[in-house]
Every structure is written in C-alpha cells, then in structure tokens.
C-alpha cells in the first residue's frame, strides 16, 4: 500500500471518530511502510542498483539507454579485443560476464 493510501486511512478514520484517538503501532506501522518501500534498499534492491552500476548508466534508466550502454561497453571490452594479452583477456572475461549478467536481469525485466 503507498504511502499516500496509508495517510488517506488514517485522516478517514479520525473523521470518522473524532472523538476516539486511534491506537496506531508505531512498530509494526513502521515495518509494514519499509517493507515495501523502494527507499530502502532490500537485497533486490541492491542487486538491481548493482547492475545499473555495472552498465554504467543511472539509477532508474529505461531499457533503450540500457541497451545502448550495454553495446558500447561490450564494444569496449570485449576479449577478442585482449587476445595478444592474457592478463588482460581474464580481466575482459570477467567484466564481459557481469556485463552480460546485468543486461540479461534488465531484459528479463522490461520485456
């Protein structure tokens, strides 16, 4: 429920009984508004923020700039780039691997 819909409730309820002070939980009010909130990060959360980093593009974006950006970053360090330098095709390995783990989680997503 959002935040907006919670406060619609209460202000109901007060004119509803304006005499009768509602009894409200402040803890489990608390936790029943964190835990749908996007504010806080859960581990979904921080996952999906993860691969936002990775491609290099800002919190939010929507799937064509993740698109554009996952193409630049492939282009850039892509392994046959790196095959006369073993340290650093490992390193291109890797980093292609999150690359495309990320953009795998964003197309799951949005399509």
């Known amino acids: 429920m959002s935040l907006f819909k919670r406060i619609k409730n209460i202000i109901k309820s ?4 304006k ?13 029943a508004y964190f835990q749908d909130s996007k504010d806080i990060p859960n ?3 921080q996952l ?4 936002y980093k990775i491609l290099e593009v800002e919190y939010g974006a929507d799937f064509k700039q ?5 193409r630049k970053l492939l282009k850039k360090y892509h392994p046959d780039m790196f095959q006369n ?13 999150q690359i495309n783990e990320a953009y795998t ?4 997503k949005f399509l």
Do not use: G, M
């Open 14 to 17: 007060n004119i509803n009984h």
């Open 19 to 31: 005499n009768v002070e509602p009894e409200i939980d402040i803890n489990s009010y608390e936790d």
């Open 43 to 45: 581990e979904e959360n």
């Open 48 to 51: 999906e923020r993860k691969y």
């Open 66 to 70: 993740i698109k554009s950006a996952y």
């Open 85 to 97: 330098q073993p340290e650093k095709l490992k390193a291109a390995q890797e980093v292609t691997r």
């Open 105 to 108: 989680y964003f197309e799951r």
